[in-house]
Antibody, heavy 122, light 109 residues
Framework: EVQLLESGGGLVQPGGSLRLSCAAS????????LGWVRQAPGKGLEWVSS????????YYADSVKGRFTISRDNSKSTLYLQMNSLRAEDTAVYYC???????????????WGPGTLVTVSS | QSVLTQPPSASGTPGQRVTISCSGS????????VSWYQQLPGTAPKLLIY???QRPSGVPDRFSGSKSGTSASLAISGLQSEDEADYYC??????????FGGGTKLTVL
């Protein structure tokens, strides 16, 4: 069974940093794209970033480009999201999701983890 | 303001057929595939449709997707009370961004 579990969320002050992790199991981790999607309280889904499988490319939403960095450790089957210069508008539940294919330029994600809450506030 | 446009709400009675639209542009839906997600209250989204009209295993055939030009639609037939949820469309954009619709809240009357 494919499983994803996010961790690393919490309360951080504006301008601060946080690193999210997503531990994966049940599939050949290196072969698939992975992505982060967030959902602000009471709002809709927003794609944040994707990392292609098989040593491929990275993609970022304009709203996080230059502040967030996606990375993956295939030996640990873990996806990361390093978030710097955090703003109040980054407050959201962050979901990790497995892509259907190796390509990162695709928005078919299945399954999704349960999410981790990031709160940016002073 | 979402790149893909969905109606904020939809409703139907049990057994009815409901459709949810998703409008995009030539930089996203027209030349990229569309996925649809269902989000039940307090849970993570679940993939319902990928590649415009394909259902993952386990998704009932009551759910179907279609695409034409710059728009896509999700149809739910034989509406059931457990279908009450938020529904989102998604696609890839030529600006190298993933894009989601604003979501449609489906109410089963």
């Amino acid at each position: 069974e494919v499983q994803l579990l996010e961790s690393g969320g919490g309360l951080v002050q504006p301008g601060g940093s946080l690193r999210l992790s997503c531990a994966a199991s049940g599939f050949t981790f290196s072969s698939y794209a992975l992505g982060w999607v967030r959902q602000a309280p009471g709002k809709g889904l927003e794609w944040v970033s994707s990392f292609s499988g098989n040593g491929g490319s990275t993609y970022y939403a304009d709203s996080v480009k230059g502040r967030f960095t996606i990375s993956r450790d295939n030996s640990k089957s873990t996806l990361y999201l390093q978030m710097n210069s955090l703003r109040a508008e980054d407050t959201a539940v962050y979901y990790c999701a497995k892509g259907l294919y190796a390509s990162g330029s695709y928005t078919g994600f299945d399954p999704w983890g349960p999410g981790t809450l990031v709160t940016v506030s002073s | 303001q979402s790149v893909l446009t969905q109606p904020p709400s939809a409703s139907g009675t049990p057994g009815q057929r409901v459709t949810i639209s998703c409008s995009g542009s030539s930089s996203n839906i027209e030349f990229n595939t569309v996925s649809w997600y269902q989000q039940l209250p307090g849970t993570a989204p679940k993939l319902l449709i990928y590649s415009n009209n394909q259902r993952p295993s386990g998704v009932p055939d009551r759910f179907s997707g279609s695409k034409s030009g710059t728009s896509a639609s999700l149809a739910i037939s034989g509406l059931q009370s457990e279908d009450e949820a938020d529904y989102y469309c998604a696609s890839w954009d030529g600006s190298l961004n993933g894009v989601f619709g604003g979501g449609t809240k489906l109410t089963v009357l």
